[in-house]
């Protein structure tokens, strides 16, 4: 009887696509980290969850992205299709990003997508026990709703610090199946670019949705050769490595097959011996066109400072 007195809560499991690479690319769940001033940005992954699972969770994810410097501005867009089992979703967005800095020793950018989130059933995929289930609907059936997500990040000269909000459309509502939750997000990564032999970093993020709180911390490395020329060392590889409090451990790995083109791969496994044991994949690239006026480049912006 004090069982019944309680308050339901309904609880359904949609949730942000899990991205074991997004350390690398921040831009699904914070809009404001497109404003990469150094070049044009291109990044996709496909991540396949509980490999030989039929219906198994299947991930595909591109972004690009570009700065534009008199507008100090960057614009961007994307796509992310998450399929499990009879159900897909699509959500297609467009990405605005303000960047605000006075030297090289820090900025500040702002940024907001907006798009639609379109979720669709089809209920001719079902394989029940009992065909005449009324509570089953064995027809497709697809609803689009629109979404928004927004963000900040402040970078300093080794930390950067992020906040951001998805799906904001779902504030305050209930979950359901078509529509997204809104999700909090909070992350700090110190980054040491320094030495000659390796870059490497270090983060902690939590992620937040509704009663459920998760931890993720990260640490990587980036190994360089020393090319002896001004343009200074050439990445070659990365490791890395992931653990998150649900209990998922993942390995990261990395390859620069020229100074803009690079390719990875994440391998996660998960520790509890409750949930199912195959492990996830996840493929990505990066490709990256320097800008003209990347900081990289030698600046000249009048005769006088040419001559000196």
Known sequence: MFVSLIPGIKVLAQADISMATHWYNRANYNPASIARTDYIYLFTNVRQQWFGVEGAPKVFNIQ???????LRSAFGLSLVSDKIGATQAL?????YAF????????SFSMGLSSGVFIRSVDGSLYDAVT??????????EKVIKPDANVGFEFQSTHFVFSISSTHLFSVYKADSLYLNTNHQYGSVVYINSNPD?????????VVNR???TVLEGNAGIRFKNLTGLASGPLEIFDLGFSYRSSGQMTLLFGINISPNLRVGYAYQQTLSTTSYQNGTHEM??????????ASTRRQCVSLGDWYH
């Open 64 to 70: 690009a992205s570009q700065y534009i410097h008199n």
């Open 91 to 95: 959500n297609p967005m467009i990405t």
């Open 99 to 106: 960047r605000i800095a006075n030297n090289r020793n820090w």
């Open 131 to 140: 065909t005449v289930d009324p509570s089953i609907q064995y027809y497709a």
């Open 197 to 205: 032999f390796c870059n490497y970093h270090i983060g902690l993020q």
């Open 210 to 212: 509704h009663n459920l």
């Open 284 to 293: 990505m690239l990066e490709f990256r066109i320097p800008s003209i006026n």
